[in-house]
């Protein structure tokens, strides 16, 4: 493989001073080519696949696409966006560990994995990301989104061929994390945590236990504090719309897998849930309020604002949620 130029990474807000590949993120006026999973990404349909990475590493073996373009970018720091710049810039010791980088890909945009080397792939630099766990100085995390983009890209980029090599030596950025994937997937096998699919809704309910508490985990880089950590359940389901319900801790979320352009196995198009959120609203005897994040999120949420616990049955919950799935009208696509 013989590529037109060497392509190196420029931060977004100095690369759309020039003609410029985006990876990952949005086109700007300087793009002459986009490699992105992304809704309308523009990026030619022989390139398309379900991760950035997946897409960049067909780039790579398709020479009718190479681009004499030196400067690639990306506009958000993800691990997919990460990984992908770095198969651009570095595609000789990239093209050497392929098979791990798409399962990494996956692991950091839609919490699924082959390998659990993969998942502390992207566990690793969920945690440098992190400023309050990463071991990055204090001035890689400025205040302002894009620039702070711009450090991680720039320190991070160089570190992902060690980190795949030798991901073991990492294990005290992931080890926090996949302690908690263990717990919830021991959680799952026991019977403690219960699956239950709603094939004709593409729903699955995971019922958690009452006295679980929330821990710290990361989807998109991005702090969360979960029940269950999504990798266990996304692992164990095709389903692309979840529930889950705690005692009467109730939530709905959609996988990211339904915003992207998805080629293999594409999930049904998301319904708008801002009506069924109104008549939650409604059924609640204690005054709390229901949201719906709206369908163009990237993973948008049914759930309550003022209050942790609901007054509605969780069963009639996961009914109403199941019917307005199988009922409404689709209400997003994001394929070119």
């Given at each position: ?98 098979d791990l980088l798409c399962d990494a890909s996956h692991a950091g945009d839609f919490a699924t994995y082959r390998s659990r080397q ?140 339904s915003w992207v352009q998805m080629v293999n196995d594409p999930p049904p198009a998301r319904r708008d849930l801002k009506p069924l ?10 005054g709390a309020t229901w949201q719906f994040d709206g369908v163009e999120q990237i993973k948008p949420a049914l759930h309550m604002t ?31």
């Amino acid at each position: 493989m013989t590529l037109p130029v060497r392509h190196r990474y420029v931060p977004y807000i100095e690369a759309v001073k020039a003609d410029n590949i985006v990876v990952d993120g949005g086109a700007n006026d300087r793009t002459v080519l986009s490699l992105s999973h992304w809704p309308k990404s523009g990026t030619p349909k022989p390139l398309k696949a379900d991760t950035s990475v997946e897409i960049v590493f067909r780039y790579l073996d398709d020479a009718s696409f190479h681009q004499a373009v030196e400067v690639v970018t990306n506009d958000h720091f993800d691990e997919d966006g990460l990984i992908a710049l770095f198969v651009m810039v570095d595609p000789e010791t990239a093209l050497a560990h392929r098979d791990l980088l798409c399962d990494a890909s996956h692991a950091g945009d839609f919490a699924t994995y082959r390998s659990r080397q993969a998942a502390r792939i992207a566990f690793t630099f969920s945690a440098l990301a992190n400023q309050e766990t990463s071991t990055l100085p204090a001035d890689a995390f400025p205040d302002d989104y894009m620039a702070r983009c711009g450090e991680l890209y720039t320190r991070l980029i160089p570190m992902v061929g060690d980190v795949a090599a030798n991901t073991d030596d990492y294990h005290k950025l992931w080890q926090a994390e996949e302690a908690l994937l263990d717990d919830c997937e021991a959680g799952i096998e026991s019977g403690e945590i219960k699956l239950e699919e709603h094939i004709d809704a593409d729903l699955v309910v995971v019922r958690i236990p009452s006295n679980w508490r929330e821990r710290p985990a990361h989807e998109f880089t991005q702090n969360r504090n979960v029940l269950c950590h999504p990798m266990a359940i996304n692992n164990r389901t095709p389903c692309n719309r979840v529930i889950t319900i705690s005692g009467r801790r109730l939530w709905f979320g959609y996988r990211y897998e339904s915003w992207v352009q998805m080629v293999n196995d594409p999930p049904p198009a998301r319904r708008d849930l801002k009506p069924l959120a109104e008549t939650l609203t409604a059924m609640e005897s204690d005054g709390a309020t229901w949201q719906f994040d709206g369908v163009e999120q990237i993973k948008p949420a049914l759930h309550m604002t003022n209050a942790d616990k609901s007054t509605i049955d969780p069963d009639q919950f996961v009914t109403l949620v199941a019917d307005a799935l199988t009922t409404g009208a689709p209400a997003w696509d994001p394929y070119d």
